[in-house]
């Protein structure tokens, strides 16, 4: 039975990670101090299945034989990395470097999970693989960018120093079940606040664009890349690209919420247009992203649901 550490395995995406090498036969440990994931993620998973409650900038307390090593370790969302900056850097520095040297030591395979954010506000759209991005280096998201940047550069100087088996995963918006309500995010924003009656935030004028990966998707895509032989940076996202103002009237319409959609000041630095160019993994993954928008929210709407009846 292969083995598997899974940094910010009670997180969001690493929950469903888990999940699905569990699928696959795997033995997996998850790493995760807690900060933005949560036992309710994992209390159900059993056999073959280990939490270890632990900060990865601290080390990696994982002992006996790993295959493969797979760090999401990290807050994902901007109220959570922007209330927590030196943690943020952190993880994407130190808590790299020790899951790199796991994955050394082990000679096991290493994916790092890192972010669309890597391209900044970007002037080339859609962003291929090859674009160096526009970014500012001092700018209030830059405690994440910066983090998922150097956390790439070290996974490239691993493989290139030490031969480490390497995979980099830019993440595009991903949702999807198991992102919390309080999350932070356009489509967790807008779900919770549907169902609750209030207002829908928009924040600008609502021209603004995001593609967004439901997360069974997500995770075909990163496992697809965690097989494959690719060694650089790929895009796994859905190049479907909305306005935000249309995705908060998709969400009015599948949740029959009469809230109505208000404006307020775009937060500065927030990217005008996002969307992967995913030939790249297409081309030497054959993976591609099959949950429209609209199915993806409504399934996602489903499990709010059952989760808010669950208590």
Same mark, same amino acid.
């Given at each position: ?86 943690? @943020? ?11 790199? %040297? ?27 693989? &090859? ?56 489509? &967790? ?7 609750? +009656? ?23 895509? !990163? ?17 479907? $690209?909305?306005?935000? !103002? ?6 009015? $319409?599948? @949740? +029959?919420? &009469?809230? %109505? ?47 808010? &009846?669950?208590?």
């Amino acid at each position: 039975m292969p083995r598997a550490v899974v940094t910010g395995g009670a997180g969001f995406l690493g929950a469903n990670l888990c999940r699905a090498l569990l699928r696959r036969g795997y033995e997996v440990v998850a790493v995760d101090d807690l900060s933005s994931g949560s036992v309710d993620h994992v209390s159900e998973l059993g056999d073959g299945f280990e939490l270890v409650v632990h900060d990865v900038v601290e080390g990696i307390p994982v002992n006996g034989p790993v295959d493969a090593v797979l760090h999401l370790a990290s807050a994902a969302s901007p109220p959570h990395y922007l209330a927590r900056p030196l943690e @943020t850097l952190a993880v994407g520095s130190t808590g790299t470097h020790h899951t790199l %040297e796991l994955a050394r030591t082990n000679g096991a395979r290493f994916l790092f999970a890192s972010t669309s954010e890597v391209y900044g506000d970007p002037s080339e759209h859609p962003q291929r693989e &090859s674009y160096w991005g526009n970014v500012n280096p001092v700018g209030p998201r830059s405690v994440y960018d910066e983090a998922k940047r150097f956390g790439e550069a070290l996974t490239t100087a691993y493989h290139d120093v030490h031969g480490v088996d390497t995979k980099i995963a830019r993440i595009f918006n991903t949702y999807g079940p198991l992102l919390e309500p309080d999350d932070g995010r356009v489509i &967790s924003n807008f779900l919770a606040q549907a169902l609750d +009656g209030r207002k829908l935030t928009v924040y600008g004028d609502g021209t603004q664009t995001r593609s967004f990966c439901y997360v069974d998707d997500e995770i075909d895509g !990163l496992l697809a890349l965690l097989d494959s032989e690719w060694v650089g940076p790929m895009n796994i996202g859905n190049p479907e $690209e909305y306005t935000v !103002l249309d995705v908060a009237h998709m969400v009015l $319409e599948v @949740t +029959g919420s &009469s809230s %109505e959609i208000v404006f307020e000041a775009l937060p500065p630095t927030d990217p005008v247009r996002r969307c992967p160019d995913i030939t790249l993994a297409k081309r030497e993954l054959g993976w591609e992203p099959h949950v429209p928008l609209r199915e993806g929210l409504v399934r996602t709407l489903e499990w709010y649901r059952r989760d808010r &009846s669950a208590g």
